[in-house]
């Protein structure tokens, strides 16, 4: 790749906003080139299928509606899934034991259930 159009995909890396896919269509990329964005964005390969981009171990990372809400979740090197956001506002956060087992949750209306 040429320094001009790396460039490019850095600024588009850090101008785009969520919601993601709505906002790339604005550039007219190819599905290869959304893909190396949000794996940036993401830090992560991913793979988009329609409005679902998946990390390389089929989780999906996110999801898009054609009216622009989304969701996002985070995972741990388990699989394990670790934090949940969407365009409500709404999020939740996960940890588990070295069984995989959840031990503490946490949601945006300040509901905490710690078991650790």
């Keep these: 790749m040429n320094k001009k159009y790396i460039k490019y995909i850095d600024y588009i890396v850090k101008d785009i906003e969520k919601p993601y896919l709505k906002s790339l269509d604005q550039y007219g990329l190819n599905q290869d080139e959304k893909e190396m964005i949000l794996s940036k964005v993401f830090n992560q390969s991913v793979t988009i299928k329609g409005n679902w981009v998946y990390n390389t171990n089929g989780n999906e990372i996110y999801i898009e509606t054609s009216d622009g809400n989304w969701i996002?979740?985070?995972?741990?090197?388990?699989?394990?899934?670790?934090?949940y956001e969407d365009s409500t506002g709404v999020w939740e956060k996960y940890e588990y034991d070295t069984n995989n087992n959840e031990i503490y949750y946490e949601d945006s209306t300040g509901f905490i259930e710690d078991n650790r």
Excluded at 72 to 83: A, F, H, L, T
């Design 72 to 83: 996002k979740y985070e995972y741990d090197s388990n699989g394990n899934r670790i934090y």
